[in-house]
Nanobody, 124 residues
Framework: HVQLVESGGGLVQPGGSLRLSCAAS????????MGWFRQAPGKEREGVAS???????FYADSVKGRFTISQDNAKNTVSLQMDSLRPEDTAMYYC???????????????????WGQGTQVTVS
C-alpha cells in the first residue's frame, strides 16, 4: 500500500521561500514518477513539477526558474524548493506518484495514481 505524506507548507510573504517534502512508503517498483500538483480555490488541480526513474523532469511554465524538484532515494523522499513565491502560488499542494514514466505520468491528474493528503501554501 503506497502512502505519501507531505510536510513543509505554511504562510510566507511574497518573494519568500518554502520547501515542501514528501515521504513515500510502500512503493517497491523500479519504474516510477513522483511530483507535485496544486489546487487553488475554484480552480482545477494542475501539475507543478515532477521527476521520474528515467531521469526526466517537468516544470509548469508558471514555476520554471523559481521551483526545483529533488529526490533523496535513501530516504524515499521528494522535495519541492519554492523560491520567489508569488500570491498566485497560493494553493493546496499535493504530492503524487505513479508507476508510469510517460509524459503525462505525474503531470496530468488522470494519469497519476497515488496522492498525498495535501499541504497548504499561502503567499500573502
Amino acid at each position: 500500500h503506497v502512502q505519501l505524506v507531505e510536510s513543509g507548507g505554511g504562510l510566507v510573504q511574497p518573494g519568500g521561500s518554502l520547501r515542501l517534502s514528501c515521504a513515500a512508503s510502500g512503493y517497491t517498483y523500479a519504474s516510477y514518477c513522483m511530483g507535485w500538483f496544486r489546487q487553488a480555490p475554484g480552480k482545477e488541480r494542475e501539475g507543478v513539477a515532477s521527476m521520474n526513474s528515467d531521469g526526466d523532469e517537468f516544470y509548469a511554465d508558471s514555476v520554471k526558474g523559481r521551483f526545483t524538484i529533488s529526490q533523496d532515494n535513501a530516504k524515499n523522499t521528494v522535495s519541492l524548493q519554492m523560491d520567489s513565491l508569488r500570491p498566485e502560488d497560493t494553493a493546496m499542494y499535493y504530492c503524487a506518484a505513479d508507476h508510469g514514466t510517460s509524459r503525462s505520468s505525474c503531470t496530468v491528474v488522470a494519469a497519476t495514481q497515488y496522492w498525498g493528503q495535501g499541504t497548504q501554501v499561502t503567499v500573502s
